[in-house]
C-alpha cells in the first residue's frame, strides 16, 4: 500500500462547479495533513492544512480531515479555469514534525 | 519580500559531471529541506539541515550525494558523477523553524544527457 495516494486524474471540471480531490494515506499516526497545488513548471504552493478531524473552511477552498477513516480531500468551490493544475496531497507521518510525504498528484482541468 | 530562490533554474550535465545546486531560503529562515520529484512520482524528501548541521539525511542517496547549509551563504545539494537516473526537479523548501509548513522554491530542472 502507498504511503498516500491520489487518483492521478486528470479530474475535469466546467467553470463554476465544485472540484473535489481525495487523498488517503496509510499511517495511522499521522498528524498534519497538507494540500499543495501546483502548475506545470512551477514550485508547489501550499493551499491548505488541517490537523484535527472535520472541516476547514479558507475562501474558496475546504479541507477535510478523517481521521479514522485515513482519509483528507480538497473542496474548490466555483472553479475557475485559474484553478486548473495539479494538487498534491501531502502528510507529515507520526515520528517526525517536518517530513513531507506526498502522494503523486491530481492533475485538476476547470474547463470555461 | 523574495521567496525560496533556487538557481539554476535549469541545469545539463553530462554523464559524469558534477552537479550543484543552490538554495537561499526566505529571510529569517534558518531551515532547509530539498526533495526531489522524478517525472511521473511524487515529490520525495531527501535531506533536512540547518545551519551548518545536516538533521536528516534518510532521504538521500548513499553515494554520489551531499548536501550542506553553511554558516554563510545558500544551501547547496551536490550531485557528482551525475547519470541519467539523476534527471529530476529538485525543489528546495524553507521554514522558520523546525515545523511542518514550509515554502518551496521554483526549483531546479537537472538533465542529465
Known amino acids: 500500500q502507498k504511503e498516500v495516494e491520489q487518483n492521478s486524474g486528470p479530474l475535469s471540471v466546467p467553470e463554476g462547479a465544485i472540484a473535489s480531490l481525495n487523498c488517503t494515506y496509510s499511517?495511522?499516526?499521522?498528524?498534519?495533513f497538507f494540500w499543495y497545488r501546483q502548475y506545470s513548471g512551477k514550485s508547489p504552493e501550499l493551499i491548505m492544512s488541517i490537523y484535527s478531524n472535520g472541516d476547514k473552511e479558507d475562501g474558496r477552498f475546504t479541507a477535510q480531515l478523517n481521521k479514522a477513516s485515513q482519509y483528507v480531500s480538497l473542496l474548490i468551490r466555483d472553479s475557475q479555469p485559474s484553478d486548473s493544475a495539479t494538487y498534491l496531497c501531502?502528510?507529515?507521518?507520526?515520528?517526525?514534525?517536518?517530513?513531507?510525504?506526498f502522494g503523486k498528484g491530481t492533475l485538476l482541468t476547470v474547463n470555461p | 519580500n523574495a521567496g525560496v530562490m533556487q538557481n539554476p533554474r535549469h541545469l545539463v550535465r553530462r554523464r559524469g559531471q558534477e552537479a550543484r545546486l543552490r538554495c537561499s531560503p526566505m529571510k529569517g529562515h534558518s531551515h532547509v529541506y530539498w526533495y526531489r520529484q522524478l517525472p511521473e512520482e511524487g515529490l520525495k524528501f531527501m535531506v533536512y539541515?540547518?545551519?551548518?548541521?545536516?538533521?536528516?539525511e534518510s532521504g538521500m542517496p548513499k553515494e554520489r550525494f551531499s548536501a550542506e547549509f553553511p554558516k554563510e551563504g545558500p544551501s547547496i545539494l551536490r550531485i557528482q558523477q551525475v547519470v541519467r537516473g539523476d534527471s529530476a526537479a529538485y525543489f528546495c523548501a524553507s521554514s522558520p523553524g523546525m515545523g511542518p509548513e514550509a515554502f518551496f522554491g521554483q526549483g531546479t530542472r537537472l538533465t542529465v544527457v
Open positions: 539541515l540547518q545551519k551548518e548541521n545536516i538533521i536528516d
Open positions: 501531502a502528510v507529515i507521518r507520526g515520528g517526525s514534525n517536518y517530513k513531507l510525504t
Open positions: 499511517d495511522r499516526g499521522s498528524q498534519s
